[in-house]
């Protein structure tokens, strides 16, 4: 008998066990009554606390995830301060590339908060944030902005 087949037979006896009623029933509230099927959180009736068995085997992968070292992903936040920022600074003539230097983050990522770039970006993190919003917009007007060969060509051509 191969594998393929011990499986097909193994399932035929197991649901026709749940058919009948006989057999272990399921566990609510519990990853494993998630692995055996209870997959729908509007039908399953949860365990004494109310926590339904997706709610249970996602708790379940996140401990996983904790232990193996992966945290949790940071929530993004509205990203129009920092647009508005990034505007301030190429209306006093500095370039993405200038800009994305001066705050430590990448280039594509500041293209994409104004719209110059492909997609436009919505969301960022609190820490991109408080990196763009770090630079003192008044020092850069009073020091005096270097503008290069390639930001007076691009001047010139529009």
Do not use: F, W
Not at 85 to 96: F, K, P
């Amino acid at each position: 008998m191969t594998c393929p087949e011990a499986r097909r037979r193994y399932m035929q006896t197991y649901t026709a066990r749940r058919a009948a009623g006989t057999g272990t029933p399921i566990e609510h509230g519990t990853s494993n009554g998630y692995l055996l099927g209870c997959r729908n959180p509007a039908t399953c009736p949860g365990d004494t606390t109310g926590h339904t068995c997706t709610d249970a085997r996602s708790r379940y992968r996140q401990q996983l995830a904790r232990a193996a070292g992966i945290h949790p992903r940071t929530e993004s936040i509205d990203a129009r301060a920092a647009a508005t920022r990034i505007r301030e600074l190429r209306s006093l003539g500095l370039s993405l590339r200038h800009i994305s230097t001066l705050t430590g983050t990448g280039r594509t990522t500041i293209a994409q908060l104004t719209g110059e770039g492909k997609t436009v970006r919505t969301r960022i993190t609190p820490t991109t944030l408080d990196r763009i919003l770090a630079i003192d917009v008044t020092a850069l007007t009073t020091s005096g902005v270097r503008t290069d060969a390639h930001e007076r060509t691009q001047a010139l051509a529009s």
